[in-house]
Each structure stands twice: as C-alpha cells, then as structure tokens.
C-alpha cells in the first residue's frame, strides 16, 4: 500500500446525540459533516444474510487509512454520500502505518 492507492475521500466520524424531547436521546449526522481522509476503498462480493427471519442484502467495504489512533467499531463512515457502519478495525501488520475498516450497508434498509 502506497499513498498513490488512497483515491477516494471518507469522513470518518462518531453519531451526534440528539434529545428527542421525551427525556432519551437519538443519533444524528454530525453537522457539516465533510469527506476529508483519503482513503482506498475495495468492494468485495455482496452477500445473503439473515437478519430478523428476512434476507437482506449486506453490502461489505474494505477501506484502508493511514493510521489513526482511537478508531473503534462505534465509528461511522460517509463515502459517496453513503453512511456506513463500522464493523472492524485492523493495523496492518500492527505498524502504526495503515489502518484498514471493514465497513457494511443494508441494501434492503436504513443503517
């Protein structure tokens, strides 16, 4: 991996929590939210899943960063105005170097 790879722009964020007037909270894009990480995104093969005894869809990407420290799986990611869920982190060859998302989306719903 070399920094000419890294073609696609991501913004990788946390959800907003948002009173909803009733005493809870939900959560809520960031304001302003821009697509500022360069990144290299790879889209393997969808795949069938059960989800609450219906198929839906799941959609898998493969994005890779330059390292950041403090990226957990609560992170979200917006690429190409999708919002994506976060589902693994891993350090590449635990270098400090490169740091690849494993990131999914429902076809079938709303994250």
């Known amino acids: ?11 990788v ?9 009733a005493g ?16 290299a995104v790879k889209t393997p093969t969808p795949r069938m899943v059960f989800a609450g005894d219906q198929r839906a869809d799941r959609v898998q ?15 979200r990611v917006m690429w190409r105005d999708q919002l994506l ?6 350090n590449l060859d635990e270098r400090d170097t490169w740091l690849e998302l494993t990131c999914e989306r429902y ?4 994250q």
Not at 65 to 74: A, W
């Open 24 to 39: 809870g909270a939900r959560e809520a894009v960031p304001a302003g939210l821009v697509a500022d990480r360069p990144a």
């Open 107 to 110: 076809e079938a719903g709303k």
């Open 85 to 90: 869920d976060v589902v693994g982190v891993k």
């Open 61 to 75: 990407y493969v994005m890779t960063i330059r390292f950041e420290p403090g990226v957990t799986t609560s992170y």
């Open 13 to 21: 964020f946390m959800m907003d929590l948002v009173p909803d007037g």
């Open 1 to 11: 991996m070399t920094a000419a790879d890294l073609r696609e722009w991501i913004a």
